[in-house]
């Protein structure tokens, strides 16, 4: 089991890699890991990710009251609540403001267009939320017809949010959204968006079934099981490198 300073110090880390990725800008996004089921480390308001601190990261109950900590949460914390009160199995959630994928909402575009393998074995469709005022309950309330089936979330007007048993992989998901919708942007200025086949899909289907990959999964209507934490991590890590490999490109 990680300690407390760890925790605190790979929230850090998640924070200053969305800053550099400009998955963020000045105060935006929040970070929140589940310690136990009333108990949750998070992010402060008002302070950029890219200069988080462990000392900075502070402790809320699981109605986002704080426990501990010099700082405040954030107003956001709702929504992670909403999440960890529907998803026993979620370990973290990350909310951020990715450009591409926040302006596919903003244009209107849904990204449920299945175009890479890892994106299709990994998330599936991304549900675009309907748009809520931030800090209100309005924003949980839009992600509740969701929650049960996905990892991630477009949120109206207003960003992303990811979800995984651990914080590497509600990380991961965060990336993997954002370069799904960089691709198919690519795609759509050069004319054309052609999905995988189905056939291929059902393939697809069936290697996720086999490599038991964790989280919810929207699925392609071929019934496949969902898969939870305890699953085969180093296989998501190798598809992940490879995705966060060519964002770096």
Known sequence: MKSAYEIKKEICEVGHALYHLGFVAAND??????????????????????????????????????????????????????????RPDVGAVVHAHPPIATAFTIAG????????????????????????TPSTMEIPDSLEPY?????????????????????????????????????????????????????QLKKLMDLRKKMNLPGRHPGIDYGEPECKGGANEELVAEITRRVIAALGK
């Open 147 to 199: 929650i049960e089936n996905h990892d991630a979330f477009l949120l109206q007007n207003h960003g992303a949010l990811t979800v995984g048993f651990n914080l590497q992989k509600a990380m991961f998901v965060m990336e993997e959204v954002e370069f799904n919708a960089k691709i198919c942007k690519y795609a759509m200025e050069l004319g054309a968006v052609h999905e995988i086949p189905n056939d």
């Open 29 to 86: 996004g929040n970070i929140s890991v589940k310690v136990s089921e009333n108990e949750y480390y998070c992010t402060p308001t008002g302070v950029s990710k890219g200069a988080l601190t462990p000392d900075m990261i502070i402790k809320v109950d699981k109605n986002g009251n704080k426990i501990e900590g010099k700082l405040n949460p954030s107003s956001e914390i709702k929504m992670h609540m909403r999440v960890y009160q529907k």
């Open 109 to 132: 575009i849904d990204l449920d267009q299945y175009i890479l393998p890892e994106a299709v074995l990994t998330i599936g469709e991304v549900p675009t939320c309907a748009y809520g």
